[in-house]
């Protein structure tokens, strides 16, 4: 299972999204406060997740 808070380029909203196994949702959010830090944040739960194979998936996703 995992959700989390998206800042994504070209939305001044928070893209909001979660899912579970291969079955994934994401949906605009309110947007961002003004002084709010716009960050990401992931959260994944599970039992003997691969943390460095998650890491190494993440990475490849950052511009």
């Known amino acids: 299972r995992y959700k989390g808070v998206l800042n994504m380029k070209g939305t001044e909203r928070k893209v909001i999204f979660q899912g579970v196994h291969q079955l994934m949702g994401s949906d605009l959010g309110p947007a961002w406060g003004v002084d709010e830090a716009r ?9 003997e997740l691969p943390r460095e194979i998650l890491e190494q998936g993440l990475d490849q996703c950052l511009v």
Do not use: A, K, L, P
């Not at 960050?39 to 039992?47: A, E, H, K």
């Open 39 to 47: 960050q990401s944040r992931m959260v994944f739960i599970g039992i």
